[in-house]
């Protein structure tokens, strides 16, 4: 079964590269984008578009909001569903305001500032080794790319009430460190979906597949494996 990868906001393939490489070649993976429309909706009909008939599906921060919106348009293509460092909750005002303010910065030219920013804001301070690989990221998207993504944050509705529906084995993997998906986010997710199960990285922050690939590699082939 392919496993299909979703990376999170400013995110490429290279978030993902150190699980593939540790995953081996037995295991048939394809990498998603989501940063060519500027709604969740549209975002998750793109992975569709380009997706196996069925597939395993892992998301993480943003990837995983658009994973629940997949589940939600298809699901009968998803066989199994992955959720790392991510949230069913909609948008606060506080969040709105944020991504507005990104937005006009980036409108101005300051993209590499706010993205530096960002690079910094979802590491640790412990994993300061991280922040230009993070960074690299952020260009590989680029500044039209995260203008997308920010409308399509914008665009988020609620999915807690549409959680009971999922019945595919689902693993929820959070890092105690997160500070941008805290815990009660998490559980949220965990306690929503039935059966799902909820583990939690020691000494681990929001971005999980670059600082802990070794155990988020584990979690997800004894899923792949249930």
Do not use: C, K, Y
Not at 146 to 167: G, V
Request: avoid cysteine.
């Amino acid at each position: 079964m392919t496993l299909v990868l979703l990376p999170g906001m400013l995110g490429s393939a290279d978030g993902w590269a150190d699980v593939v490489f540790r995953l081996g070649s037995d295991t048939a993976i394809h990498v998603g984008r989501i940063d060519q429309h500027d709604t969740i909706a549209g975002l998750a009909a793109g992975v569709l578009a380009g997706s196996p008939s069925e597939f395993a599906l892992a998301g993480h921060s943003l990837g995983g909001i658009v994973a629940l919106e997949m589940v939600r348009q298809q699901p009968s293509r998803i066989r199994r569903l992955a959720l790392l460092n991510s949230s069913a909750r909609p948008p606060t005002d506080a969040q709105r305001a944020a991504w507005r303010g990104w937005d006009a910065r980036i409108a101005a030219g300051e993209f590499d500032a706010v993205a530096r920013e960002l690079a910094v804001a979802t590491l640790p301070a412990s994993r300061a080794d991280l922040v230009e690989r993070n960074a690299r990221m952020a260009s590989a998207v680029g500044a039209v790319g995260f203008r997308r993504q920010l409308a399509a944050q914008q665009s988020r509705t609620d999915a807690r009430p549409r959680l009971a529906a999922i019945t595919v084995p689902t693993v929820v993997i959070r890092g105690d460190l997160d500070q941008v998906s805290p815990a009660p986010m998490q559980h949220e997710l965990a306690h929503g979906i039935p059966d799902a199960t909820l583990h939690v990285l020691p000494e681990v922050g929001h971005m999980s597949p670059l600082e802990a690939p070794d155990a988020v590699v584990a979690l997800l082939r004894e899923w792949l494996d249930r």
